[in-house]
């Protein structure tokens, strides 16, 4: 073997360790990215699960309050209707 050739062999081993190593790099960045695209779709749902809790949450609470406005509204209006009452029979 030629000095050429010793040193075209060493280059491309050189080149071939580089690409391994890149390769390898890429896998476990790969394998990484996966990983994190799964955890952020679990916790996509989780917070969506959270999200629809919530609604049905604000949802109840709205129907509480207009029933208790409607609760109120009736009591002011006894209320003003004794108080005119009282103040005619006085």
């Known amino acids: ?4 050739e ?3 062999l060493c280059a491309f081993e050189a080149l071939q360790s ?3 190593q890149q390769h ?3 896998q476990e960045s790969y394998a990484n990215l996966a ?3 799964e955890s952020t779709k ?3 749902e989780i917070s969506r699960a959270a999200a629809e809790r919530l609604t049905r ?3 109840g609470l709205t129907q509480q309050v207009d029933g208790l406005s409607k609760q109120l509204e009736g009591l002011t209006g006894l209320v003003s ?3 005119k009452k009282g103040n005619t029979g006085s």
């Open 6 to 8: 010793r040193e075209l």
């Open 1 to 4: 073997m030629t000095g050429l």
């Open 81 to 83: 209707k004794l108080q």
């Open 24 to 26: 390898k790099a890429w």
């Open 35 to 37: 990983s994190m695209n």
């Open 42 to 44: 679990q916790e996509a």
């Open 18 to 20: 580089a690409y391994e």
């Open 57 to 59: 949450q604000v949802n």
